[in-house]
T-cell receptor, first 121, second 111 residues
Framework: DTGVSQDPRHKITKRGQNVTFRCDPISEHNRLYWYRQTLGQGPEFLTYFQNEAQLEKSRLLSDRFSAERPKGSFSTLEIQRTEQGDSAMYLC???????????????????FGEGSRLTVL | EDQVTQSPEALRLQEGESSSLNCSYTVSGLRGLFWYRQDPGKGPEFLFTLYSAGEEKEKERLKATLTKKESFLHITAPKPEDSATYLCAVPTYTGGFKTIFGAGTRLFVKA
C-alpha cells in the first residue's frame, strides 16, 4: 500500500503530557498538510509544508504545537503540555502539483491518511 | 473571509430515495471545488474536482454540479453503502495554498 500512513492511530494521554504524531506521505508528493477534526466538524487546517519548508501555520496552532518535515519526507506533529481541548482526530494529507489541473495552481486533491485520534484525560 | 457552508447537516433517506446535498462557498478567485467522502473513523477520500460554473462530474450514483456560488452533490437511488459524511472543500490562497472544508453532511441511507 503506497497511501498516506499515520502513526499512532490512537493515543490516550494525561493532561500535561507531550505527544508526537508521525505522517508518511505518498512518496512522490511534495506537499504535506496537517488538519484537526472534532466530532461533527470538517477538517480544520493547521499547517502546510512544501518539501521541507513550512509555508503556513493556522492561528489555531498555539505555541504548544510544532510541526517538522526534515528532508521533505515524513512529518511529525508534536503537542506539548496537552490539554483536554486538544482531543481530536489529527489528519495528515499530501498532494502533488502533478495532480492539479485547471488554472491558478490550486493545491489539487488531497490524499488523506487514516488519522491519529488523540484523547486527553 | 473565505468560507464553505454545507446543508443539511444530516440527511436520512430510504434506499432508492434520490436527493441533493448543498455546498455554498465564498472565496476570492475559485481555483476548484472538491467533494470528499468520509467514513466513520477514517480520513476523507477524494471524489470530485469541479473548476468552472456549469461543470458536472459523475461517479456511480453520485453527480456533482457547480454554479458561481454553490455546488450540489446529487445522489440517485442511494444504497445503504452510500451512508457517510460528504465534505465540500475549496482551496484558498493566503501566502500559501491550503484547502478549507465545510462541516459536512452526514448521510444515512436505510434499507
Amino acid at each position: 500500500d503506497t497511501g498516506v500512513s499515520q502513526d499512532p492511530r490512537h493515543k490516550i494521554t494525561k493532561r500535561g503530557q507531550n505527544v508526537t504524531f508521525r505522517c508518511d506521505p505518498i512518496s512522490e508528493h511534495n506537499r504535506l498538510y496537517w488538519y484537526r477534526q472534532t466530532l461533527g466538524q470538517g477538517p480544520e487546517f493547521l499547517t502546510y509544508f512544501q518539501n521541507e519548508a513550512q509555508l503556513e501555520k493556522s492561528r489555531l496552532l498555539s505555541d504548544r504545537f510544532s510541526a517538522e518535515r526534515p528532508k521533505g519526507s515524513f512529518s511529525t506533529l508534536e503537542i506539548q503540555r496537552t490539554e483536554q481541548g486538544d482531543s481530536a482526530m489529527y489528519l495528515c494529507a499530501s498532494s502533488s502539483p502533478t495532480t492539479t489541473s485547471g488554472a491558478g495552481g490550486s493545491s489539487g486533491e488531497l490524499f488523506f491518511g487514516e488519522g491519529s485520534r488523540l484523547t486527553v484525560l | 473571509e473565505d468560507q464553505v457552508t454545507q446543508s443539511p447537516e444530516a440527511l436520512r433517506l430510504q434506499e432508492g430515495e434520490s436527493s441533493s446535498l448543498n455546498c455554498s462557498y465564498t472565496v476570492s478567485g475559485l481555483r476548484g471545488l472538491f467533494w470528499y467522502r468520509q467514513d466513520p473513523g477514517k480520513g476523507p477520500e477524494f471524489l470530485f474536482t469541479l473548476y468552472s460554473a456549469g461543470e458536472e462530474k459523475e461517479k456511480e450514483r453520485l453527480k456533482a454540479t457547480l454554479t458561481k456560488k454553490e455546488s450540489f452533490l446529487h445522489i440517485t437511488a442511494p444504497k445503504p453503502e452510500d451512508s457517510a459524511t460528504y465534505l465540500c472543500a475549496v482551496p484558498t490562497y493566503t501566502g500559501g495554498f491550503k484547502t478549507i472544508f465545510g462541516a459536512g453532511t452526514r448521510l444515512f441511507v436505510k434499507a
